[in-house]
């Protein structure tokens, strides 16, 4: 079209065009500006999809981390109980032939915890009255009320 138009106008002066090469468009202004906003928008939305990719990544990473410190937490306590319990069981078998029941040492356990239960109540500043049974039948109670409890739970699997 450009060049058809350039023989056209120039034949009338002796020129002949057997090629013509366009350098430079200059649109309409409006198409510019038309133009330049719809490649801000691409822009924007990329960098939007960039950001919540990224976001997604942190909380992601932010999630596993959580996952392995809880993990990792839940080991140590597993590791502290299986001390303490072989702590306790030596040292109540020290010197003795007599073996202890799983029972018995689940009551001793549990009874080490009931204390320590006590122990971090009372350094909270925080607690101002705690109304707990407290004597020797009371940590057997306990004792008997979870043992039903587990029971029952592991029986409606």
Excluded: C, W
Excluded at 85 to 97: A, E, F, P, Y
Excluded at 121 to 127: G, K, L
Excluded at 144 to 155: A, D, F, L, N, T
């Amino acid at each position: 079209a450009v060049q058809h138009k350039l023989t056209e106008e120039m034949s009338n002066y002796g020129f002949q065009i057997h090629k013509a090469l366009v350098t430079e468009l200059v649109p309409n202004q409006e198409v510019v500006r038309s133009m330049n906003e719809i490649n801000k928008q691409k822009r924007l939305r990329d960098a939007s999809i960039m950001a919540a990719e990224a976001e997604k990544v942190k909380v992601v990473k932010a999630a596993e981390a959580s996952a392995d410190a809880a993990q990792l937490q839940g080991e140590g306590i597993a590791r502290q109980r299986r001390a303490i319990i072989d702590g306790l069981r030596d040292s109540i078998t020290h010197g003795t032939q007599e073996n202890l029941s799983t029972e018995k040492i689940s009551e001793l356990l549990l009874i080490t915890q009931y204390f320590e239960t006590l122990r971090d109540i009372a350094a909270q500043s925080r607690a101002q009255t705690v109304f707990l049974p407290h004597s020797a039948s009371a940590v057997s109670d306990v004792a008997s009320q979870i043992r039903g409890g587990v029971m029952s739970g592991g029986s409606r699997r």
